[in-house]
């Protein structure tokens, strides 16, 4: 079974998180776990990522830290994603030299083409749908997965309000992995290890 979903953190991580964790990766869909915990102190992350980096282990996830390569590095992750804000790609490569490094890329051509330049291992786009995570975020335009996808082989990952209703038209644009977060660990009816399995 192709794993194709990109798993992002839920913005607070308790106890009762590792187990309902495990059960989610038992899907064997998941490609990557982002560990996204913008308000939380260094120590803590450090923590909560060592814990999760045996369950990712464990199920053959990948472990991608956001926004901090440094604790990527101490985490002993399989890389760092990194925002147009964030540490920047050259300093985020010398930190972690061979490890995975995602670029976010909003529905820029023109930061799709720097990333290209960097030759990071994924670009990241959207957000192509409301989205509960980042509120506030620019819509990208659907034809920029089919444009980027002519340019170069870098795997794409699509991000932004994706749910089982929408997820498949990005697929046949090109998108390699779909990114969510909300629909997982959010959601109103079904538990993360049911909402998981809503994408075949």
């Known amino acids: 079974m192709k794993r194709f979903i990109y798993l992002i953190s839920p913005n607070k991580i308790n106890a009762d998180f590792y187990s309902v964790l495990e059960k989610v990766l038992t899907c064997k869909k998941v490609n990557y776990f982002q560990l996204r915990l913008k308000n939380y102190p260094k120590n803590k992350i450090l923590k909560i990522g060592k814990v999760i980096k045996t ?15 440094n604790i990527a590095k101490e985490i002993g992750a399989a890389g760092c994603h990194i925002g147009q804000s964030d540490t920047s790609y050259r300093q985020t490569n010398k930190i972690l030299k061979k490890k995975i490094i995602g670029l976010t890329c909003h529905g820029s051509k023109r930061l799709v083409e720097q990333a290209i330049k960097y030759k990071v291992n994924y670009i990241a786009i959207g957000s192509f749908f409301k989205s509960k995570l980042k509120p506030n975020a620019k819509k990208a335009k659907m034809k920029l997965i089919k444009e980027t996808k002519k340019k170069t082989k870098i795997p794409i990952v699509v991000i932004g309000g994706i749910t089982n209703k929408n997820y498949k038209k990005l697929i046949s644009l090109g998108a390699n992995y779909i990114a969510i977060s909300s629909y997982i660990w959010n ?8 909402a998981i399995r809503k994408f075949n």
């Open 55 to 69: 369950i990712t282990n464990r199920h053959k996830v990948k472990l991608i830290v956001n926004d901090n390569p």
């Open 187 to 194: 959601n109103p009816t079904l538990k993360p290890e049911i």
